[in-house]
């Protein structure tokens, strides 16, 4: 039977709602939902094709323990696994106490699942080392609110972005990484032709397209931009004094330092154009209203929160802030980073915004949780912490919804670390992430559309998600776990409490106690509750008992929560990126994201379309940086220096800034055959935040002299079926070549392709290894090619004429045609030998494929227009095929398509 359910998409902190909609127990498609308020129906790629990422083949199904570190995992049911745990962990605690262990979390959990873990260490265990990989993400922005506003609070809401007549988008990429932000910010410039964008990022990133002004400053120059942009606002009469006077304190002082701060100094050490710096100012300092949206580029920075405090500032200097299109908008990454930060999940918060530094904060939260006291010393951050691990000071780590072995930087460390612990546990919704390989305990978690709880977005909105499915095999509810684990930790640490502090037996009760502790805080949600977020829909907090509705902007009266009522601005200086490119290191390598994949690819690396528009990780750099190197396009390059040493395939950007290189951060040891750009990052971090630069780092690219090539590509048999097998097998391979990396590509047949290159060619009889696990060896249906001079060797599989599957070693330039016919199912069987022809060349008589106008639903311009053609309207075509209707960025060109098959068409129908 079908039904539909109101849930959230677990990507993003842009946090859209959607419908679930299932058959018979399984989910069969989404939606997006109309009526909530962060996304009024839209989704972007991700968000859309989430129904086809919950395949069981790719999830983790049984609790799977090893007793000694080289034996294999053993499936074991789930009360061996957690008394196990618990005997583990007592025992740890039992001899070198509370603080050698650790759990380690992530702003992918529910508020709730967040909320027990972090009771069970600061409650239960007595321990503070609780922390998450909102560390990596949000630790900046929370220490930049709090020392300039004084709590960790976004005081904006997503329809300020419409309100706006300036936006200084600053380290963000929302074209890419808050999709459906951009699309308001695209809504606003159509709607505003006096808005102005400005986009602060060290390279040409896709949103910088939007921008009226992109300045390209050096990487970790932000703090000097924003003192030189305060430098212009004071000399041109632009700022607020009555504002300052009357609403905050230390202005004086930082109007000093930023004397120094003038254009030509800026223009110095940002590398911009002086007039551009003054432009800047003048746009923001003239505006109606001015509003910052900022993430990771900012962040993620040895001095992230001094980045965080010296834009705020100019919200506070011009007083654009609590205003309608006013403020400083910190984008959250993860789609409840900010549910975290509620909880206090972090090892130096506490629940509700407390503080653990705060005697008064650790008394009240011992009393809310009725424990005798909270531990004072504060816990291990996460970089602190994996040191820890490897140092022997902490010896068990509780792993949860995070890949570390993956996303911390300097990645032979992290995993040596994990090496060394005398226990780790993971909990994970799938089955073999980088992290998994580290696990002694691996327990089985439920996922999107399986769990029940609440998330907040980065507008401070609460949605109330509810299960549309029963999980796979015996996976459980993440909160469900660690309050089992609790209970029977508390019996060993006869601590006889663990039943009592963990009395829940519905998520619902988890929220109540987590209400309760917000009440009289900045964040109270008194007045909500699973009953009123279902008939009212999603809330924005402070949402007070007896409210009748959240609130959408913070500040309006300019009160903030300080001891003095005032907001602060802070002394921050210029100061340099932690590693500083010289002769040896030239080039700063910056990360960030792609827009189909998300962090680690356990979840869209197992659906095909989200490789569609990348379906490598590229090596980005300037033309004149790749030709001093003598690297052309496609050429593979080594990545490296102290740490560690990658090697990718580069691509030319002028974008790119000389001097600068890009690489996304989403393949790792399973999609290719070295850790990713993390092998390379410093673990150099914030000393406010404790937030490692993961956003700059210093290496050497030099040619990577790999002659010998070889491509694998193999279509899966039918819509998703063969497919984990064969990427399996594709995986196994990795480790063979100098060079390697797995994925997929392709529509309703995906195609598993597997990419290497490697010092000299593999001798025939591990080509033919290759070939049986790929399924390419029935000689009956095999169409070969051999040139043993020039060493190469062509094989494809065509049974009845249809191309499968082909291997092709030596020389692989057929791959970019063969890529798009295979995944169209669309090469005619007399064009098949031409796989295998000797130069690889395009047949000459392959029709050119049509344009992708709708990249959300996949769907062509061809097809779009064979529809039309055939009588189909717009609307009848965005129902059938789904274009259009996710993130919306193609309608115009769906409209004009077609308005002019009508215009051609007498009686044709376009709406
Ligand atoms: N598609 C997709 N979307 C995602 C995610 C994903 O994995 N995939 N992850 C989510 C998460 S958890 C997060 S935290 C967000 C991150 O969202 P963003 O922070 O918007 O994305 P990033 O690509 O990490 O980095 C943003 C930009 O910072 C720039 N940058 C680098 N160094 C500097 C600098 O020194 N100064 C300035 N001003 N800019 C700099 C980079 O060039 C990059 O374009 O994305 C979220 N959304
Ligand atoms: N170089 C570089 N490194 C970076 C960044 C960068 O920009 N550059 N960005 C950093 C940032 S901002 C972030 S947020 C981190 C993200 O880094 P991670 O947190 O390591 O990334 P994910 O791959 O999202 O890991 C989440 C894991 O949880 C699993 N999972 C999914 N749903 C559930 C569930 O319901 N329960 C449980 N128990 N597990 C589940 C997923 O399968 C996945 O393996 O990476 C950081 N690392
Ligand atoms: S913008 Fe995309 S990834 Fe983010 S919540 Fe919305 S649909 Fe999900
Ligand atoms: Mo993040």
Redesign the pocket.
Known sequence: MNETVRSTCC???VGCGLLIETDGGRIVGVRGDPAHPANHGRL?S?GATLHLSSRPEYRLLHPQLRTQRDAARRRVGWDEALDFAADRFAAIIGEHGPDSVAFYIS?QLLTEDYYVFNKLAKGLIGTNNVDT?SRL??SSAVAGYKQTLGVDAPPCSYDDIGLADCLLI?????A????IIFRRIEDARAANPGLRIIV????R?E?AAIADLHLP??????IA?YNGLLHVLLNEGLINRDYIARHTEGFDALARTVETYTPEVVARICGLPQADIVRAGRWFGSAGAALSL????????AHGTH?NAALIHLHLATGQIGRPGAGPFS????PN?MGGREVGGLANLLSAHRDLADPAHRAEVARLWGVAAVPEQPGKTAIELFAALRSGEVKAVWIACTNPAQSLPAQAEVRAALDAAAFVVLQEAYADTDTAAFADLLLPASSWGEKEGTVTNSERRITHVVPAVTPPGEARDDWRIAVDFARRLGQRLAQPSGDDLFPYEHPEQIFAEHRQSTIGRDLDIGGLSYSLLDSRGPQQWPFPAGASSGRQRLYEDGVFPTASGRARFVHVEHRA?AEVTDASLPVSL??????????GMSR?GTVARLFNLDDEPLLTMHPADLRQRELRDGDLARVRNRRGSIIVRVAADEGMPCGRA?LP??WGSRYMNSAGVNALTTPARDPFSQQPEL??TAVAVDKAQLPWQLVVLRLADGEEAGTPALLASARRLLDEFDFATVGLYGRRRPLVILRAAHRQPLPADRLHAIDQLFGLDDDGAAIVYTDRQRQVNKRAIAPDGRLVGVRLAGETLAQGWLKEVMADDSLDAELVRWAVAPIGERPGKLPQRSRVVCRCADVTAAEITAELTSGTSLAALQEKRGCGTFCGSCLPDLRQMAAAHAAHTPGARTA
């Open positions: 990507y993003c902190g972007c991700k702003g990989n993400c949000m600053a380290g963000a990429n929302p890419i990484a808050h999709p602060v990022d060290p390279r990133s949103t400053l050096a990487p970790g120059s932000d931009l900022y993430c990771q580029g900012l962040n993620q920075s980045n984008l959250t990454g993860q980073a990126t910056l990360s960030g994201r792609l827009r189909d994949q998300w962090h869209t890009w951060m989403h956003k700059h």
